[in-house]
């Protein structure tokens, strides 16, 4: 039996159709899928024998307005393809995730969110307008205007209202091709939360990674990056080198990745940053995506697959509760090689888009027998902060725990049986978290 | 260089025109539907602003009628065209083959009969002019009867000895005639397919062919890994071949 699988590479039995024109292929399909870099299982099917559209083949470009910045393409244009094409000619996207490897669709359904957030909000607030296939097979137009509710519906909906056939949106005039970026190696936990409200003030891009392994004094020891792009006077002569991205060629064994060696990377990372304070002009790549340098790198986790545990906790719980999910997350025992935590500005106009106020941490684990009774116990924490989960990366969160957090998920339910009562449209992750019948 | 690209809305055929294009060659799109013409003309002009628009005409490998005219409009557009590339084709399974007749005749008429007829406007125009390159997307599902793709296969192996004949003929007057031989494409024709080892990407496909054409090449597999799978295919004796299932 064939299988579907997400980043994370849990598979689920299925199959996708491929084909240039979406249109076509997006008939009568429950889902449509493009990267398929989602951790989880919101790309893949609710049942084996849904149809589900595989976008990356419509990737045309049908309209770019230099005097707006406004481009309108199919959504299975790649962004690592837009930015080739773009960045040379000076423009690039408002918000990027922190890979290359995604559709334009994709970037839609989950709203996708990036180091610059606490500024310019979700990739969904740069959308213009948006051509939809619906449950009952209609192709419709909606924007801010015109079916307002699908608009937002589509925006952070998981592709559950409708396919994502065009996308329109806007790119911003950048002044170079590089990102003038202050890297800072930070000690400890609250010193990390320091630096990045500071940081946050005057940056308009700012992450960081720190060290949840080791625990005791360097816990939340971390290296914080603020950018923004440099100007032509700060920037290199030269465009950055389109590097050739390696491949892991082979799947690492299950116990290259355990505790131990967790902690050793995480060491070896915060003292590969020597020099506390460093300053200069990097490459969008570097800055924006260090990770897609290795491509297929999720192949290190070996067979058994890896998820990723992605919340924001509200500012309201402050300081202290982001202390206590990482003392919580070494407690339960989840040894993670990568921890990034980051600042998000206020809620989107997206229906179930993630962000909102607060800090959102991020920490991959690979999966084991335990992995369900860590999240559980990370949503148990996070439910009384008023914190939620990212449905892009979740893999194992349980429909209860998911309605306790969400309190906008009535309203999505409600916009769902307007425009698809059948629930015609699903995914493995809308069976899981709102119960789809299949 | 100015290229005409039949079949260049979709596949190999659209990745063969991004390519040229964003390297500054001029594109003439032939396909059948007018709509998917004009968005994959808006696509490269888009992609290529700097660069003199492409344009389209149309063309349907179904219908003959159609080619001297599709061909005619696409010199006008380029101003005289020094290269024509084939990438149109059908595709069926070996299963929905067989049970469809029609769908036989269909498949094999427009993959021989119809791709030679097409090449033989092209090869006329391009020899009147002095020469040029002419190159057409065969598949290595040609070199070797094989159950899976009888034939779909039988319909690229005549399409085939075709190109080479005509490359021995007429590359004394500087006719560079190129078949293409890709093994497995992921695009929206072999959908519905499990891709075999070393199936390649479009855009992959598409780079080895613009090389090729560069180096005017008579022949090439793509991925490049084909030549020698395809080396120990067409020498397996007949016995093996009847057994396997490849």
Redo the contacts between chains.
């Keep these: 039996m064939?299988t579907l699988a997400g980043w994370g590479r849990l598979p689920e039995p299925g199959t996708e159709?491929?084909?240039?024109?979406l249109e076509r292929l997006t008939e009568g399909a429950a889902l449509t899928r493009g990267l398929g870099r989602s951790y989880g299982d919101s790309s893949l099917p609710a049942s084996p024998g849904d149809r589900v559209a595989a976008s990356r083949?419509a990737t045309?470009?049908?309209?770019?307005d230099?005097a707006t910045g406004v481009?309108r393409a199919?959504a299975g244009l790649s962004l690592v393809d837009l930015i080739r094409?773009m960045l040379p000619r000076g423009w690039f996207p408002p918000v990027v995730p922190g890979t290359k490897y995604v559709t334009l669709g994709g970037m839609v359904a989950s709203d996708v969110h990036g180091k610059n957030h606490h500024v310019e909000g979700c990739f969904g607030r740069h959308v213009r307008s948006l051509r939809v296939r619906l449950a009952d097979n209609s192709i419709v137009s909606c924007d801010p205007a015109t079916h307002a509710d699908l608009f937002y519906g589509c925006i952070g909906g998981m592709g559950l209202l409708g396919h994502i056939l065009e996308v329109e949106f806007v790119l911003h005039a950048v002044p170079s091709q590089w990102i003038w970026m202050e890297r800072e190696r930070v000690p400890d936990i609250d010193a990390y939360l320091a630096s990045l409200e500071r940081a946050a003030k005057t940056w308009p891009m700012t992450m960081g990674w720190i060290d949840c392994v080791n625990r005791g004094a360097s816990m939340g020891r971390g290296v914080l990056m603020a950018g923004r792009w440099a100007t032509r006077e700060e920037a290199w002569a030269a465009p950055p080198k389109e590097k050739g991205d390696k491949a892991l060629p082979v799947e690492l064994p299950n116990w290259a990745l355990n505790p131990v060696t967790a902690g050793l990377f995480n060491t070896a990372y915060y003292w590969m940053h020597m020099q506390r304070l460093v300053t200069k002009a990097v490459s969008p790549e570097t800055f924006f995506f260090p990770l897609d340098a290795i491509l297929d790198w999720n192949k290190g986790y070996g067979s058994r697959g890896f998820t990723q545990y992605q919340c924001v906790i509200p500012r309201a719980a402050g300081a202290p509760a982001v202390r206590e999910f990482l003392d919580r997350l070494t407690t339960l025992g989840a040894a993670s090689p990568l921890c990034v935590i980051k600042d998000c500005g206020p809620e989107g106009k997206g229906a179930l888009s993630f962000p909102l106020e607060g800090t959102s941490i991020a920490v991959d684990m690979a999966v084991t027998a335990d992995t369900q009774r860590v999240v559980d116990g990370l949503n148990e924490f996070l439910i009384p902060t008023g914190g939620r989960i990212y449905l892009t990366k979740d893999r194992f969160t349980r429909a209860e725990h998911f309605r306790a957090m969400e309190p906008r998920l009535p309203a999505f339910e409600a916009l769902r049986a307007k425009w698809d009562p059948q629930r015609r449209l699903r995914s493995a992750q809308s069976r899981r978290l709102f119960g789809d019948k299949t | 260089m100015k290229v005409v690209v039949f079949g260049g809305?979709?596949?190999i055929g659209?990745a063969v025109a991004q390519q040229l294009a964003a390297r500054g060659d001029r594109v003439c799109l032939l396909g059948r539907n007018e709509a998917?013409l004009a968005?994959?003309v808006?696509?490269l002009t888009?992609?290529h602003?700097a660069q003199a628009p492409a344009t389209s005409a149309i063309c349907d490998l179904e219908k003959p009628e159609t080619f001297a005219s599709a061909l005619d409009a696409a010199d006008r557009a380029l101003d005289g065209f020094e290269a024509v590339v084939v990438t149109a084709a059908m595709f069926a399974t070996q299963d929905a083959l067989e049970m469809d007749v029609e769908l036989t005749r269909r498949l094999t008429t427009a993959n021989y009969a119809n791709t030679v007829t097409f090449c033989e406007h092209a090869r006329k125009r391009l020899l009147a002019r002095g020469g040029g390159w002419l190159t057409v997307v065969s598949s290595v599902a040609g070199d070797r009867g094989r159950k899976p793709v009888a034939i779909y296969g039988s319909s690229k192996a005549g399409l085939s000895t075709y190109l080479e004949a005509l490359d021995h003929k007429f590359r004394e007057q500087n006719l560079w005639v190129l078949c293409v031989k890709p093994g497995f494409a992921?695009?929206?024709m072999t959908?519905?397919i499990?891709p075999p080892p070393f199936a390649g990407e479009?855009q992959q496909v598409a780079r080895d062919i613009v090389r090729a054409m560069d180096a005017k090449k008579p022949l090439i597999y793509t991925p490049g890994i084909w030549r020698l799978v395809m080396l120990v295919i067409r020498h397996l004796p007949r016995l093996i071949m009847r057994k396997i299932g490849f």
């Design positions: 064939s159709v491929l084909d240039e024109d083949l045309r470009i049908l309209s770019f230099p481009m199919e094409l | 809305t979709a596949g659209r998917d968005k994959s808006a696509d888009a992609r602003p992921k695009t929206g959908a519905g499990n479009p």
